[in-house]
Every structure is written in structure tokens, then in C-alpha cells.
């Protein structure tokens, strides 16, 4: 089990494009499969049974739109991380502080890698918002808590 280091950026950032990548070829299959669905359906059908089918199907093709979307976005923004080193809180630094590492990159979520886990973040988030700009070793407020930075990469 490797100890996060520089290296760990590039290999989240890799880890989570590849996990978008595969989200997008996912929802955009669903959708096509929807639209043969529906399809078939209009051959087939007629009424309010065809009606309420295709209601359905509008509302899943609704969802699965914003949740391609939303995938894209966070594509996006995770391609356009910075993968350097850093030595404040800052976007694309890998930070650890007593709950756990986590990168300033994309609202994606956890990630586990060399038996680490990674919790990916917005620089938005209240808890980054609140460690900005510091240094290793300084303590940040949130919440009420004290938060130290351990360590950052």
C-alpha cells in the first residue's frame, strides 16, 4: 500500500475521468434503449395504454438527459484540475485533514485507491471554503470544529 503522493493526483484524476466516461457510454446506452423501446411501443399500441407509456418514457428520457448532463459537467471540471504540487488548500490539492484525504476537484465523490480512500470535492464545499488558502499544519474552523491540514499535496 503506496502512501498518497503527486503521483495519487494524476492517478485519481485518471480513475475519475474513466468512471465519468463510463457513467456517459452508460446513460447514453439507457437512452437509446429507451427510444427503441419506445419505438416498438408506437408500433404496437394504441389509446390511453400507449399514452401513459409514452408519458413514462418521456419521463425517464427527462432524467436520464439531466443525469448525462450533470456526468458531463463534472467531466469537465475534472479535466480541468491542476495536477501539480501544491502547498496551500487550493483547486487540485490533495489534502489531508483528520477525517480523511480529499481532492479539490470534482463534487464526484469517493474514490478508493491503494487501500486510501479519496473523497473528491468542489472548491466550493463549505468545509474547502472554510480551509482556504492555508498551510500544512494550520487549523481551519468549520462548523464549530477544529480542523487541522495535516498534510497537502
Same mark, same amino acid.
Given at each position: #500500500? ?15 475521468? %474513466?468512471?465519468?466516461?463510463? %457513467? ?12 427503441? +423501446? ?6 404496437? +399500441? ?7 407509456? %409514452? ?19 463534472? *467531466? ?9 504540487? *501544491? ?11 483528520? #477525517?480523511?484525504?480529499?481532492?479539490? +476537484? ?13 473523497? *473528491? ?31 497537502? *499535496?
Amino acid at each position: #500500500m503506496n502512501t498518497p503522493n503527486q503521483e495519487t493526483k494524476a492517478v485519481l484524476l485518471a480513475k475519475s475521468q %474513466q468512471m465519468l466516461r463510463d %457513467q456517459i457510454a452508460d446513460i447514453q446506452k439507457q437512452l437509446s434503449d429507451l427510444q427503441e +423501446s419506445s419505438e416498438v411501443e408506437e408500433k404496437s +399500441s394504441a389509446g390511453d395504454k400507449y399514452e401513459t407509456h %409514452q408519458e413514462m418514457l418521456n419521463q425517464n428520457r427527462n432524467l436520464l438527459q439531466k443525469q448525462l448532463s450533470t456526468s458531463k459537467v463534472l *467531466l469537465n471540471q475534472i479535466n480541468a484540475i491542476p495536477v501539480k504540487a *501544491l502547498s496551500v488548500v487550493d483547486e487540485g490539492a490533495l489534502i489531508k485533514i483528520p #477525517m480523511g484525504w480529499i481532492w479539490i +476537484s470534482s463534487p464526484i465523490g469517493k474514490i478508493s485507491l491503494d487501500g486510501f480512500d479519496y473523497q *473528491l470535492v468542489s472548491k466550493d464545499s463549505p468545509l474547502i471554503t472554510a480551509l482556504w488558502g492555508m498551510k500544512a499544519g494550520e487549523t481551519g474552523e468549520f462548523r464549530g470544529n477544529k480542523i487541522k491540514i495535516e498534510e497537502i *499535496l
